[in-house]
């Protein structure tokens, strides 16, 4: 990987129990800092394999992560697709 190289990262959610969540919270970490967010802010959900949503990236700038994906639900069975873009750094 080079620096500003462009990274998509894609993380798929599966609730595999039985109950809804609610207000459910994803959140992801940046480990050394080896990329930067992308200036649009945004990622994309889909549920299920439906739709796509763009909706603004939520930056955590304090504790262990860097980035926060609030759901109001996630349904039993229900598949979540998140995915973002970031930049290499040098």
């Not at 990236?57 to 504790?63: A, N, V």
């Not at 995915?83 to 040098?90: D, F, I, K, N, Q």
């Given at each position: 990987?080079?620096?500003?190289?462009?990274?998509?990262?894609e993380?798929?959610?599966?609730?595999?129990?039985?109950?809804?969540?609610?207000?459910?919270?994803?959140?992801?970490?940046?480990?050394?800092?080896?990329?930067?967010?992308?200036?649009?802010?945004?990622?994309?959900?889909?549920?299920?394999?439906?739709e796509?949503?763009?909706?603004?990236?939520?930056?955590?700038?304090?504790?262990?992560?860097?980035?926060?994906?609030?759901f109001?639900?996630?349904?039993?069975?229900?598949?979540?697709?998140i995915?973002?873009?970031?930049?290499?750094?040098?």
């Open positions: 990987m080079q620096t500003d190289a462009k990274v998509r990262v993380i798929i959610l599966k609730n595999t129990t039985t109950k809804t969540f609610k207000d459910a919270v994803y959140l992801d970490s940046n480990d050394g800092k080896l990329f930067r967010g992308e200036e649009e802010g945004i990622y994309t959900l889909s549920r299920n394999g439906g796509e949503e763009q909706l603004p990236l939520k930056y955590i700038t304090e504790g262990d992560f860097d980035y926060g994906f609030d109001a639900s996630i349904a039993p069975g229900e598949t979540l697709k995915r973002y873009m970031v930049t290499a750094t040098p």
